[in-house]
Every structure is written in C-alpha cells, then in structure tokens.
C-alpha cells in the first residue's frame, strides 16, 4: 500500500525550537499531504507537496520531499504549546493511507 | 460552512449488540471515507464511497462490519454483532471529489467501547 511511516514516534521539545518529523514511503506517489491530528479530534490537513516539488513553506511549516529517497519532512520552527499533536503523512495516489504518526509534545 | 458531522460522540454498547455509526459529509463533496484508529495508534483505512458507489471493500476487518452512502450524502457505518476488539475511534472523512489533490475533511469521530 502507500502508507506512510512517521518517524520518531515522540518527540518533546520546549517551546521555541524547532521540531522535525519525517515520513518514509514505499511506493511511487504524485503528491504527499501532513496532517494534524490533537487530542480526541479528527485530522486537519496541513500541507500538501507535489512529487514534482521539493520544498514547500505554509507559515511556520517547511516541508521537504526527496521522491528518490522516498521520504519527506515537515519542520515547525518557534514551536508553541498549541503545537502539540500528533502528525501524520500520507502519501497519496488514489487513496489515503496513513502511518502510526509522530507524537509530538511541546513543553511551555 | 458546517464541517463533518458525526454521531453519536460516543457509543457504549454490549457486546454482540449492532451499531450505527453516521458521518455527514460537507455540502459538495462527492468522496467519502472511513477510518479506524484504536487508541494510540495510526488510521486504518475501512472503505471509501464515490458518490454512493464503493468500488473496494477489502478493507473492511470482517464481514460484520457494512457501510453504505445514500443522495451522495449521508453515509452509515453498521457494526453487527460486536466485538471488544471493534473498541477504537471511528473517523469519517470527505474531499471534493476522489481526486488526490483534494484534502480530507475530518470529522470527530465517534468513540465506540463495547463492553
């Protein structure tokens, strides 16, 4: 399948640094999306990258994909409280699969 | 506009009961997904509807588990004779169209102990 694999599983940082996230797939995609997903909510989508595209910028977000390695990246830089969620990636062709996503707590 | 709607919020059921579980798509969107998570864990994807067609069932766990999609709209998700393990958060999902370029639109979820 296209499902994603987010890596680390966790990962706690203090509020102002910057948090990186990466995602490895398997198979040949056209785009790869980031989601959010906070406590005992539904996800919300971030970010979206084609394959044609390398990097892309939403706000606070900078995104990667390397589609010769199979991976992307999403780094959130000058982290805040309200960050702490879990994210996940979905590589996409026709359908969504996601991974087990990344954990991630930001201590004020 | 109104989001995706899901309900019940939560469902406490018997085991070996049956359960509904409903999503109401946003106005427009033509696809319609579900997803199962259990707790701590990533999404496993059930089944999918374009308009009220579900071309891949594959994914449902068993043969207890039926979804169905009427008006291109409202979509039901029944659970028959349930089972502890069927425990998890069920997520309903629609886009625009079945396209990839079209995000996902998340509900709530419905959280679903059975007991």
């Known amino acids: 399948s296209q499902q994603g694999e987010e890596d680390p599983q966790a990962l706690s940082i203090q509020e102002g640094e910057n948090a990186t996230m990466n995602c490895s797939y398997k198979?040949?995609?056209?785009?790869l999306q980031w989601y959010r997903q906070n406590s005992g909510r539904g996800l919300v989508h971030l970010i979206l990258i084609r394959s044609n595209e390398r990097e892309k910028h939403s706000g606070r977000l900078r995104v990667t994909l390397d589609t010769s390695k199979k991976s992307s990246s999403l780094l959130i830089t000058a982290s805040r409280a309200a960050d702490t969620a879990s994210y996940f990636c979905a590589p996409t062709g026709n359908q969504f699969y996601f991974g087990t996503g990344t954990s991630l707590t930001v201590i004020p | 506009g109104a989001g995706v709607s899901q309900s019940p919020s939560n469902k406490v059921t018997e085991k070996g009961k049956d359960v509904e579980l409903r999503c109401d798509p946003i106005?427009?969107?033509?696809?319609l997904y579900w997803y199962r998570q259990s707790l701590g864990q990533g999404l496993e994807f059930l089944i999918y509807f374009q308009g009220n067609s579900a071309p891949d069932k594959s994914g449902l766990p068993s043969d207890r588990f039926s979804a169905e999609r009427t008006g291109g709209s409202v979509s039901t998700l029944t659970i028959q004779r349930t089972q502890q393990e069927d425990s998890a958060v069920y997520l309903c999902?629609?886009?625009?169209?079945?396209?990839?370029?079209?995000?996902?639109?998340f509900g709530n979820g419905t959280r679903l102990t059975v007991t």
């Open positions: 198979t040949s995609i056209n785009n």
């Open positions: 999902a629609s886009s625009l169209d079945l396209g990839e370029y079209s995000p996902l639109h």
């Open positions: 106005s427009g969107h033509t696809a």
